[in-house]
Nanobody, 125 residues
Framework: VQLQASGGGLVQPGGSLRLSCEVSGFTMDYGSIGWFRQAPGKEREGVSCTRRGGMPYYADSVKGRFTISRDNAKNAVYLQMNSLKPEDTAVYYC????????????????????WGQGTLVTVSS
């Protein structure tokens, strides 16, 4: 299983970025795909998660600004990030869980089995 995250970069506050996660060797319909982030000196936190047949999960800090979507034909998951803030600066990772996680489990890194390499998002003027 491989996950390839891309799309990070430097953006000004209020700007937008779209992250992509290309998934191979894993059938997304059978599990869950999540986005996490880790800022320097902080723990890795769940940002958003999607699974077939369930409501997506969003961290309170990104609700209304971030949107997760998926393209099963391309085996890819995206994270559209709008109205970015300096506190969104972090390395963003996508991860896959073999299970269809319930909402309360989606935000915990320990519930995911496979991880991508991360892409850096820097929000700064």
């Amino acid at each position: 299983v491989q996950l390839q995250a891309s799309g990070g970069g430097l953006v000004q506050p209020g700007g937008s970025l779209r992250l992509s996660c290309e998934v191979s060797g894993f059938t997304m319909d059978y599990g869950s795909i999540g986005w996490f982030r880790q800022a320097p000196g902080k723990e890795r936190e769940g940002v958003s998660c999607t699974r077939r047949g369930g409501m997506p999960y969003y961290a309170d800090s990104v609700k209304g600004r971030f949107t997760i979507s998926r393209d099963n034909a391309k085996n890819a998951v995206y994270l559209q990030m709008n109205s970015l803030k300096p506190e969104d600066t972090a390395v963003y990772y996508c991860a896959a869980a073999r299970a269809r996680l319930i909402s309360s489990a989606m935000r915990h890194p320990r519930n995911y089995d496979y991880w991508g390499q991360g892409t850096l998002v820097t929000v700064s003027s």
